[in-house]
């Protein structure tokens, strides 16, 4: 038996007064951020701008950028395909170290793993909306892996659409998974689908709108770069596209199970709306990303 867990690595990545210049030493250990033995997947790589307070506000916002674009340039190099990028860009505006400048003057990356042991393993029935796996934090059914990398089955007893409703009411459709910064779902989100198409089916009078949530305001430059490796290889034009482009693929498979097209409108929410502001963990980061559903009229 073998068992996932998570395990995130973080690291300080200095920079020069006024520079975007990623150093040989940074470049050595932006190398090692990723195991190179056996038994490891990795799920995330999160990236984060600063900067000190020595240039103005916008001048820092830009710096910030373009120190997050240069780590991220050479992770996505040095490790190609490898998990679900995240960027941010922050300036000063958030401080890593209130009393040292130079601190500030950097990339904090953090690298989500899952970790393959010789144990018995446990997923959650619940996950929220991962991008690539799901959340092995919450343990509650064992599961067997016939082999190291293979995706377990995870036990859903719904995908929590509401027995009852009202008119103006919302609720998360669980357990849809996309790939990472793509509008195309996995195929283990067809029986959450497929819930919801029962819902429309035996609810033939509800209209409702299909509002799609990211975790992160994703710029131009990163997401043509992801696009290289997204399934359809779109470069979304930022997050709201994105978001937006995801309700409409669950649009788009309602309809062609026979749902009237006239039913259901799109939002894209970007992550103007996220459950977590600063999200500090990996599940926080997935509570973000979620697809909502909302009862037009009952």
Not at 38 to 52: A, M, S, T, Y
Request: hydrophobic share 30%; with cysteine; net charge negative.
């Amino acid at each position: 038996m073998v068992a996932l867990s998570t395990v995130v690595k973080h690291e300080h990545i200095p920079f020069d007064h006024n520079s975007a210049y990623l150093s040989k030493s940074s470049r050595q250990v932006l190398e090692t951020l990723i195991p190179d033995e056996p038994g490891w997947l990795v799920e995330k790589i999160d990236i984060e701008g600063h900067c000190d307070i020595s240039g103005g506000s916008n001048y820092n916002r830009e710096l910030s950028r373009e120190r997050a674009m240069r780590v991220y340039d050479f992770l996505t190099e040095y490790f190609p395909d490898k998990g679900d990028y995240e960027l941010r860009h922050v300036g000063e505006d958030r401080p890593v170290n209130f009393e040292d400048p130079e601190i500030n003057r950097c990339v904090m990356v953090s690298v989500y793993l899952l970790e393959i042991r010789g144990v018995t393993g446990t997923v959650s029935k619940h996950s929220l909306f991962p991008e690539e796996f799901p959340d092995f934090a919450e343990l509650d059914n064992p599961v067997l892996l016939d082999q190291p990398f293979a995706q377990p089955e995870v036990q859903r007893e719904s995908s929590f659409i509401p027995a009852e409703f009202e008119a103006n009411s919302k609720f998360e459709i669980e357990n849809i998974h996309f790939y990472g910064n793509s509008a195309v779902y996995r195929d283990e989100s067809e029986s959450s689908l497929g819930d919801l198409t029962h819902f429309m089916k035996h609810n033939e009078s509800v209209n409702i709108r299909i509002e799609g949530h990211v975790n992160g305001n994703m710029g131009k430059r990163y997401l043509k770069k992801a696009a290289e490796t997204n399934p359809e290889r779109t470069s979304y034009k930022n997050a709201t596209d994105l978001s937006y482009e995801r309700a409409n693929t669950i649009k788009r498979f309602l309809v062609n199970e026979g749902i009237d097209e006239a039913r259901i409108t799109c939002e894209g929410k970007g992550g103007s709306e996220k459950l977590y502001k600063n999200p500090k963990n990996q599940a926080e980061n997935r509570a973000n990303r979620r697809i909502e559903v909302v009862i037009l009229n009952k």
